[in-house]
């Protein structure tokens, strides 16, 4: 019996333990020039894209949410940016999506055009299999939206947790998902202009011409948690 109790003590304890540990940092990481960019209790560091009235995101339970406005009418929806800018940089963010959800984690946006998409390129976030209607290869989980289509699937089952790595360094880009690397190019290369100029972004002007930009994560609607939002400048 008393060895039933102990094992249940030491689960507890752990279960408490990794509670405690997410949102911050280890001793590692700050000696690494990690930077939290989410404390698990408020939009501290965050503000609305052009900072547009909203009532659309919440910390709640450790996680940041799209919960959708109230009246989900277009003047109360806004994307949520961070307040700095980084140009190089690696981002690590874990995020979980309800059934048929739809976001994105933009970067290198700037706040000159009328959405964050007209600047900053986008990680996509969608449930692959459960979304209404049918979906092009580079709108799926992972892709650089509109441009390069995933290279595998790696997202996993809905309502699960998902870690995604973003790595921008001297105009290379590449997306990671659990471990698995999902997209790659490099801003101003003649496969990068063929693509712009050929797809979606062939009009917006302004589409990955930044240097630098904050990161964004996009309100597509409610059903998106996002949690452990840390980066650091390369």
Not at 70 to 99: H, Q
Not at 209 to 233: C, T, Y
Request: one cysteine or more; proline letters at 3%; hydrophobic letters at 35%.
């Amino acid at each position: 019996m008393k060895k039933k109790i102990y094992v249940f003590l030491a689960l507890a304890a752990g279960m408490v333990a990794s509670a405690s540990a997410q949102n911050t940092l280890t001793a590692k990481e700050k000696s690494a020039g990690w930077e939290l960019l989410f404390n698990g209790k408020d939009l501290s560091g965050w503000r609305m894209f052009k900072n547009k009235p909203a009532d659309c995101w919440e910390a709640v339970d450790g996680t940041l949410h799209c919960k959708g406005s109230k009246t989900d009418k277009s003047d109360l929806r806004a994307d949520v940016i961070t307040n700095a800018k980084y140009e190089d940089f690696e981002l690590s963010i874990d995020w979980k999506l309800g059934a048929q959800g739809n976001s994105g984690i933009l970067y290198r946006v700037t706040e000159d055009y009328d959405r964050t998409y007209l600047s900053g390129p986008e990680y996509q976030l969608i449930d692959d299999d459960n979304f209404p209607g049918k979906l092009e290869p580079w709108q799926k989980t992972g892709a650089n939206y509109a441009i390069n289509p995933p290279l595998v699937s790696a997202a996993k089952p809905i309502g699960q947790w998902n870690n995604t790595k973003i790595i921008v360094k001297d105009n290379h880009v590449q997306h990671w998902l659990n471990g698995k690397l999902t997209a790659e190019y490099t801003f101003g290369s003649e496969d990068w202009k063929k693509k712009k100029a050929e797809g979606k972004w062939k009009n917006a002007e302004g589409y990955g011409m930044s240097p630098e930009g904050h990161i964004a994560l996009q309100d597509h609607g409610a059903g998106v948690w996002f949690k452990n939002i840390k980066v650091r400048k390369i």
